[in-house]
C-alpha cells in the first residue's frame, strides 16, 4: 500500500513540476497541489529536492521516453555513428519535449547555483555524458577523448536546446546542429 501512494504522489507531483516548474515550489504548496501535506511527501521522499529529483526522472520516464531509448541506442552502437547522434538530437529536440526541456533548464539554473540540496541532480545531469563517451571509446578513442568530446556534444547540444527554447526557430537550429554534427563527426573519426 505504501509503494503505491508513494508512486502515486509522484506521478502527480511529476506532472505538477512539468506544467509550472520549480522555482517557486513549496513543499506546503506542492503538497497541497497534490491533495496530500508536506509531512507525507518528507516521509515519502527526504527533502523537497529528493521529491523533484525524482519527479525530474519520472517525468522523462513517463512522458519523453525517446530521451532514454535514443541515449542507449547510441550507446550501444546500433547504427553508423552520424546517424545515432542525430538521433538522439532528434529525441532530444522533438516539439513534444519542449515542457521538459524548459523544466530541464530551470532546474540546472538552481543546481548550478551551488546549492548542495540539488548535488543529485546535477548528478543526473552529469550522466547524459557517459553513454556518448562509452560510444566514442568504441569507436576507437581513448578514454579521456571520448569523455572530453562527450563533453563537447553535451554542451553543443545544450545550447541548441537553449537556443531552439528562447527564439523557436526550428529549422535554423536544426540547420546549425547538422553543420555541427558533421564537423563534430569528421573530428571523431
Excluded at 133 to 142: P, S
Aim: proline share 3%; glycine share 12%.
Amino acid at each position: 500500500m505504501a509503494d503505491g501512494e508513494r508512486e502515486r504522489l509522484l506521478r502527480l507531483v511529476a506532472a505538477h513540476v512539468l506544467e509550472h516548474g520549480v522555482t517557486s515550489l513549496t513543499l506546503r504548496g506542492l503538497a497541497g497541489a497534490v491533495g496530500s501535506n508536506h509531512r507525507m511527501l518528507l516521509y515519502y521522499f527526504g527533502s523537497k529536492e529528493a521529491l523533484v529529483g525524482e519527479a525530474l526522472r519520472a517525468v522523462g520516464d513517463a512522458w519523453f521516453p525517446g530521451f532514454a531509448t535514443a541515449w542507449a541506442a547510441l550507446e550501444r552502437g546500433e547504427g553508423p555513428l552520424r546517424q545515432d547522434l542525430q538521433d538522439v538530437w532528434s529525441a532530444i529536440a522533438a516539439p513534444g519535449n519542449a515542457p521538459f526541456l524548459r523544466l530541464f533548464f530551470e532546474v540546472f539554473g538552481q543546481a548550478a547555483r551551488g546549492d548542495d540540496r540539488w548535488a543529485g541532480v546535477l548528478g543526473d545531469i552529469a550522466d547524459w555524458q557517459r553513454p556518448a563517451a562509452a560510444r566514442f571509446t568504441r569507436e576507437g578513442l581513448a578514454p579521456a577523448a571520448a569523455r572530453a568530446r562527450a563533453t563537447e556534444l553535451v554542451a553543443l547540444w545544450r545550447g541548441l536546446q537553449m537556443t531552439l527554447l528562447t527564439t523557436g526557430d526550428r529549422t535554423a537550429v536544426d540547420g546549425v546542429q547538422r553543420q555541427a554534427l558533421d564537423a563534430f563527426c569528421a573530428r571523431v573519426g
